[in-house]
């Protein structure tokens, strides 16, 4: 276990990259699941408050403490072991997202989701369901996790596996390592079909493991995970398209959902688009003079 209490040391670890800073008597770093257990337990017992560190990366202030102490899981970084058959790697939730991809690139296999930062950790990533510019094709993080092992508030470990524990009457039954029981109510919230992030996933028959993908930290501590990987793509093209009028740009986009369809059925052999990004007239009048290639008319890209 390295602890560090100097204010010059643990400055780092009061801030994420939103620029929030806040403030904490010292931080804990466990080199192992077990002083990690331990740790949590430990500071249960003594009502000290914590706050959980991962990449720090976040750009909404999700890991800057405010009080008590910080555990960094930045030690947890082993890549545990690699199920090729089944397309299953299992990480330690400090491990480093490009250290992540490096690895599977040895492969020939990567990990769909594409958060904005690299160096971002599979814990932040889980904690806050990233997604990023590959979400068009693959989806979120959320799709990719197939079991968690966590410590609660109280030191206590579950572990979830995908499709085996789902809400019922309104109710999800969780057991911890020493069999003490868990029931979490859950009401079914209406989710408008747009891309949305914050709060828990909360549905009347949802999987048990989804309540703690994108929970920010708050309901436990992600120590370890099951992610889903597939074969690295064949072939990759990249193209810019043009348009005089928004509607055409926007009909374009519905276009290129449908005849994407497939692959959000998982069948990520077919052709279809891996990612979109647009530019506005502004972004393109700025442009213009640098790229002689972009025709006058044109108002939008794709």
Same mark, same amino acid.
């Given at each position: 276990m390295i602890i560090k209490q100097d204010k010059d040391t643990i400055i780092n670890y009061l801030t994420d $990259?939103?620029? &929030?800073? /806040?403030? $904490?008597?010292?931080?804990? &770093?466990?080199e192992t699941q077990d002083e990690l257990i331990a740790l949590v337990a430990n500071l249960y017992n003594q009502n000290i408050k &914590?706050?959980?560190? $991962? /990449?720090?990366?976040g750009m909404a202030g999700g890991r800057v403490p405010n009080g008590g102490v910080v555990i960094s899981v930045e030690n947890l970084n082993r890549i545990i072991r690699f199920d090729k058959e089944n397309g299953i790697v299992t990480v330690e939730s400090g491990l480093v997202l490009k250290d992540l991809q490096d690895y599977l690139e040895t492969e020939n296999y990567f990990y769909p989701p594409n958060p904005t930062e690299n160096n971002s950790m599979i814990a932040g990533n889980i904690a806050n369901n990233s997604s990023g510019s590959r979400t068009f094709k693959y989806g979120a993080t959320r799709e990719y996790v197939k079991k968690l092992k966590i410590v609660l508030a109280d030191g206590s470990l579950l572990e979830i596996k995908r499709g085996e524990i789902y809400a019922s009457n309104s109710e999800i039954n969780l057991f911890t390592n020493n069999d003490y029981r868990i029931n979490i109510p859950i009401d079914d919230i209406y989710k408008p079909n747009a891309k949305n992030a914050s709060g828990y996933y909360v549905s009347k028959d949802m999987d048990a493991i989804d309540l703690f993908i994108g929970n920010e930290g708050t309901l436990g501590i992600i120590i370890e995970a099951d992610l889903a990987v597939i074969p690295s793509p064949e072939k990759l093209i990249g193209a810019v398209t043009f348009f005089e009028s928004e509607s055409e740009m926007l009909n374009f986009v519905d276009y290129m959902r449908d005849i994407s369809l497939n692959s959000f059925n998982h069948d990520y052999s077919s052709f279809g688009f891996r990612l979109i990004e647009y530019f506005d007239y502004n972004a393109l009048e700025l442009l213009k003079p640098e790229y002689s290639q972009i025709p006058s008319s044109a108002k939008y890209a794709i």
């Open positions: $990259a939103s620029n &929030i800073k /806040g403030e $904490a008597d010292c931080v804990y &770093i466990p &914590i706050s959980l560190s $991962a /990449g720090g990366t």
